[in-house]
């Protein structure tokens, strides 16, 4: 039984600590919308998720109402448009035209995103898969809720080098289709190793083909309430911060569980996962680098910085999957830079670089996130960074994944603003030294010798 005390401390969290539900989403599969007439196929697309999700958002928020908890997001997750279009798609414009049409359903319904404009070529492309990904610019610059995400490597296939080296160039020519909104269709779009079926947050969110046909997953937030915590026992030893860690954890998750099992039983709609990410928001005191920095660093970046977030991101998960009945997606800390205040003001004080970052996704939930790096970076050097995030994932059988945005026009020392959750940034420095040679190589690099398990 619930009682007063953790009623009113969980209304505590809510109303002091930025607690939240950060998103509902509704995953839906297309596959039986596709269809050999473009025309017919976006048609049964839009009338499929319409029909689906008419109610979700008002669900969502009646959810908020009566429980008080605040439900930031309600989004949707389809099945990869990679996988869809192939019968109808001659064309990079047939593909866009898929992705407008999902941007009318989204609007139609009233989500804030919709993602699984995707493509899943961890071993190889398909000509369909090609057409998708080079329609990504485009599709990015003619919508606005659409999110799109290619998956370029697995620890079961090793990394299509291929791929990788075409994302770069995709990532760049997205900047410059979008350079009027400070090259924001970037924030859009996410390249992932080992991305998962059921991962409820954007822009990485698709619903996985070994899914139900309409499932939800929540996804829920709290680092504020974390950090919070672990003020109490400042000074403590790492028994007592991991077992503190671990309580606020499981409490924040009962949150997202909640919440899950509501919008299942009203929407009429199996209950997939919680994914039970602390993911950030540049609202003061909802940072993950505030956390590390109460665990005891001067600044994010510094000495012991991965250490700290390797105990935090683990013990998030060991709390938050007991108070669950199933937790999936990403699930433990994100270091998103634009959406994280400490994170930022360790990038300005010269604390964190984007070598550190990339260390410090050894031990988190995903990788490179919301870092904005200068206009006239090469199409090479995004690929290779690309590759190296798809490295550490295959090699640590983990998710990780690359969200840089090159702001065209704009170079180190100045910044960017998003707006919203999205936040600002500066532009952060790259590697300046070539990988050229590296990414023209071609063809793919094989799985790891632990890949092989059966």
Same mark, same amino acid.
């Given at each position: 039984?619930?009682?007063?005390?953790?009623?009113?401390?969980?209304? !505590?969290?809510?109303?002091?600590?930025?607690?939240?539900?950060? @998103?509902?989403?509704?995953?839906?599969? $297309? $596959?039986?919308?596709?269809?050999?007439?473009?025309? @017919?196929?976006?048609?049964?697309?839009?009338?499929?998720?319409?029909?689906?999700?008419?109610?979700?958002?008002?669900?969502?928020?009646?959810?908020?109402?009566?429980?008080?908890?605040?439900? *930031?997001?309600?989004?949707?997750?389809?099945?990869?448009?990679?996988?869809?279009?192939?019968?109808?798609?001659?064309?990079?414009?047939?593909?866009?035209?898929?992705?407008?049409?999902?941007?009318?359903?989204? !609007?139609?319904?009233?989500?804030?995103?919709?993602?699984?404009?995707?493509? #899943? *070529?961890?071993?190889?492309?398909?000509?369909?898969?090609?057409?998708?990904?080079?329609?990504?610019?485009?599709?990015?610059? *003619?919508?606005?809720?659409?999110?799109?995400?290619?998956?370029?490597?697995?620890?079961?296939?090793?990394?299509?080098?291929?791929?990788?080296?075409?994302?770069?160039?995709?990532?760049?020519?997205?900047?410059?289709?979008?350079?009027?909104?400070?090259? $924001?269709?970037?924030?859009?779009?996410?390249?992932?190793?080992?991305?998962?079926?059921?991962?409820?947050?954007?822009?990485?969110?698709?619903?996985? *083909?070994?899914?139900?046909?309409?499932?939800?997953?929540?996804?829920?937030?709290?680092?504020?309430?974390?950090?919070?915590?672990?003020?109490?026992?400042?000074?403590?030893?790492?028994?007592? #911060?991991?077992? @503190?860690? !671990?309580?606020?954890?499981?409490?924040?998750?009962?949150?997202?569980? $909640?919440?899950?099992?509501?919008?299942?039983?009203?929407?009429?709609?199996?209950?997939?996962?919680?994914?039970?990410?602390?993911?950030?928001? /540049?609202?003061?005191?909802?940072?993950?680098?505030?956390?590390?920095?109460?665990?005891?660093?001067?600044?994010?970046?510094?000495?012991?910085?991965?250490?700290?977030?390797?105990?935090?991101?683990?013990?998030?998960?060991?709390?938050?999957?007991?108070?669950?009945?199933?937790?999936?997606?990403?699930?433990?800390?994100?270091?998103?830079?634009?959406?994280?205040?400490?994170?930022?003001?360790?990038?300005?004080?010269?604390?964190?670089?984007?070598?550190?970052?990339?260390?410090?996704?050894?031990?988190?939930?995903?990788? #490179?996130?919301?870092?904005?790096?200068?206009?006239?970076?090469?199409?090479?050097?995004?690929?290779?960074?690309?590759?190296?995030?798809? %490295?550490?994932?295959?090699?640590?059988?983990? @998710?990780? %994944?690359?969200?840089?945005? /090159?702001?065209?026009?704009?170079?180190?020392?100045?910044?960017?603003?998003?707006?919203?959750?999205?936040?600002?940034?500066?532009?952060?420095?790259?590697?300046?030294?070539?990988?050229?040679?590296?990414?023209?190589?071609?063809?793919?690099?094989?799985?790891?010798?632990?890949?092989?398990?059966?």
């Amino acid at each position: 039984m619930i009682n007063i005390f953790e009623v009113n401390e969980t209304n !505590k969290m809510i109303e002091q600590e930025n607690l939240d539900v950060r @998103t509902i989403t509704m995953g839906i599969s $297309l $596959l039986d919308c596709i269809d050999s007439d473009l025309e @017919t196929m976006n048609r049964k697309i839009y009338d499929k998720i319409t029909t689906r999700a008419r109610d979700l958002v008002s669900t969502g928020e009646k959810i908020s109402m009566e429980y008080g908890i605040p439900i *930031v997001n309600k989004r949707i997750s389809v099945t990869p448009i990679g996988l869809i279009g192939g019968a109808a798609c001659k064309s990079s414009e047939d593909f866009v035209s898929i992705a407008r049409t999902l941007d009318e359903a989204a !609007k139609k319904v009233g989500v804030n995103f919709i993602g699984g404009y995707t493509a #899943l *070529v961890s071993k190889g492309m398909t000509p369909a898969e090609e057409l998708l990904i080079r329609s990504i610019p485009q599709a990015l610059a *003619v919508t606005e809720r659409v999110c799109s995400s290619v998956n370029v490597g697995s620890t079961k296939t090793g990394i299509d080098m291929d791929a990788v080296k075409v994302m770069g160039e995709i990532v760049l020519e997205t900047a410059k289709a979008t350079r009027e909104q400070d090259s $924001l269709g970037c924030a859009k779009l996410v390249v992932f190793c080992n991305a998962p079926d059921d991962n409820p947050f954007m822009a990485g969110a698709f619903h996985g *083909v070994t899914e139900a046909d309409c499932i939800i997953n929540v996804g829920v937030s709290g680092p504020g309430v974390v950090k919070t915590a672990l003020k109490e026992v400042r000074g403590a030893d790492f028994e007592t #911060l991991c077992e @503190t860690i !671990k309580r606020t954890a499981f409490k924040v998750t009962r949150v997202g569980q $909640l919440v899950a099992q509501e919008a299942s039983k009203r929407l009429n709609v199996p209950f997939g996962i919680v994914d039970l990410s602390l993911a950030p928001t /540049p609202a003061i005191g909802d940072s993950v680098a505030e956390i590390l920095e109460e665990i005891g660093l001067e600044r994010v970046g510094a000495p012991g910085t991965t250490a700290a977030l390797a105990l935090l991101n683990d013990q998030v998960k060991k709390g938050g999957v007991m108070a669950a009945t199933a937790v999936g997606g990403l699930s433990g800390a994100f270091i998103p830079v634009s959406e994280d205040q400490g994170m930022i003001d360790a990038v300005n004080a010269g604390a964190l670089t984007i070598e550190k970052l990339e260390a410090m996704t050894c031990v988190c939930s995903v990788g #490179l996130d919301m870092i904005a790096i200068p206009g006239d970076t090469k199409a090479s050097t995004i690929a290779g960074i690309i590759a190296d995030e798809a %490295a550490i994932g295959m090699v640590n059988q983990k @998710t990780t %994944a690359v969200r840089v945005i /090159p702001v065209i026009g704009k170079g180190v020392g100045e910044t960017v603003e998003f707006g919203g959750l999205l936040g600002y940034a500066p532009i952060m420095p790259v590697n300046q030294f070539s990988c050229d040679a590296f990414v023209e190589r071609g063809g793919r690099i094989p799985a790891p010798i632990h890949s092989f398990k059966n």
